[in-house]
Each structure stands twice: as structure tokens, then as C-alpha cells.
């Protein structure tokens, strides 16, 4: 490309100087170009990375999810002690534990279903009521897989989106190349012709 340039602009068609100033900056206009392009090809690229990441995210959230809202230990049936608890207080402590069973159960079928129709986000969550005060293990740790969850999903459909136009991605990538190759071969042209011009003014000085 250099080559052609060379002998198409300074010797078949001979510019004039305000030609080659022109050309200089057309040559830094056209390498800016190249630039940005190639930036933009390298974020692409990053995306790419990124959704890998984001899916593998999903896939272990949603496996966590699954087998701790599943778990037997959800549903345990205590047995009555009246020496730690009066039949009043035992039962606020197993309807509470019930509850947390239901809706553990609720949240599986939830879950799996929405796992099995892509991964998508889990919404309309069922309604989350415990009777009385305690630890909320595991319905704390099934809430924040929850919410892990829906924010990478959500992430996952914005870089899907940026990478969905694969002719123009592929297209710029090609562009940018290009462009980068034009602008070296122009500047080569011009650092040819200011040292044509050197040797030419120089040799008239001697003579």
C-alpha cells in the first residue's frame, strides 16, 4: 500500500504542498479512526469474557438454590420437650419451622421452573411469612441467590444485546485493520516526500 501511494501521489500525480499538508492530516484523522475502532473491537472482546463469566455465575446460583431450597432439614418435625418448652411455645416454634417449609418447597418448583425455561429471572416470588422471631437460615441465604440471581440474568440480556450484531462487530474489526494500515502506509508517503524534498533542496544548494 505504501508503494502505491508513493508512486501515485508523489510521482504520477506530483501534489502540491497544500496537498501534503492536507494529507497530513488525513493520515492522523484516518489512525484516530483506527484507534477507536480497535478500542471498540477490544471491548467486545472483554464482553465476551464477561458473559462466560456472568453464565457460570448463574448456573452455581442456581444450582445452590435448588438443592438449598430442597433441603429435608427445611422440614423437620421437632418433637415436644415440656422440660425446654410449653405446648404454646412449642407450637409457635413448629408452625414457624412449617412455614419456612412451605415456602422453601414454594421457592424449589419456582426455581426449577424458571432454571428449566433458560435461566431467566425469578420473579413474583411467593409471599414469605414466619411466625415468630429466629434464625432464617436457609430462607436468608435462598433470598440473596434470589437477588444474585435476577442481577446477573439482567446483566446477561445487556451483553448479549451489545454482542448480538456479529456482521458489524466483524466488520469493524476488519475496518479498524484496514484503516491502520492506510494511515501508516499515508505517513510513510509523506516521510518519503519531506525527504525527497531534503535531498532535492539540498543537492540544488551544492550546485
Known amino acids: 500500500m505504501w508503494i502505491l501511494f508513493h508512486y501515485s501521489f508523489i510521482k504520477l500525480f506530483k501534489f502540491k504542498e497544500i496537498a501534503w499538508i492536507r494529507l497530513d492530516y488525513i493520515w492522523l484523522s ?6 477507536l475502532t480497535i478500542i471498540e473491537e477490544n471491548k467486545k472482546r472483554y464482553s465476551q469474557q464477561e458473559l ?19 433441603l429435608q432439614n427445611n422440614c423437620i418435625q421437632f418433637q415436644h ?27 424449589y418448583v419456582k426455581a426449577d421452573s424458571c432454571f428449566r ?7 413474583n416470588l411467593p409471599k414469605y411469612e414466619i411466625s415468630t422471631s429466629g434464625n432464617d437460615y436457609p430462607c436468608d441465604r435462598i433470598k440473596e441467590l434470589i437477588k444474585t440471581i435476577n442481577e446477573n440474568v439482567n446483566k446477561r440480556a445487556i451483553l448479549d444485546s451489545r454482542l448480538s450484531n456479529n456482521f458489524w462487530s466483524g466488520f469493524k474489526s476488519g475496518l479498524g485493520v484496514i484503516f491502520l494500515f492506510i494511515a501508516f502506509a499515508l505517513r510513510l508517503t509523506i516521510i518519503s516526500y519531506k525527504v525527497k524534498k531534503e535531498k532535492t533542496r539540498h543537492n540544488n544548494g551544492y550546485n
Open 30 to 35: 484516518i489512525g484516530f479512526l483506527a484507534v
Open 52 to 70: 462466560s463469566f456472568v453464565k457460570t455465575w448463574i448456573d452455581r446460583d442456581y444450582e445452590d438454590l435448588i438443592s438449598i431450597s430442597k
Open 81 to 107: 420437650n415440656p422440660l425446654l418448652h410449653s405446648k404454646d411455645e412449642f407450637a409457635l416454634i413448629q408452625s414457624r419451622q412449617d412455614s419456612i417449609c412451605n415456602w422453601t418447597k414454594m421457592i
Open 117 to 123: 425455561n433458560g435461566q431467566v429471572a425469578i420473579l
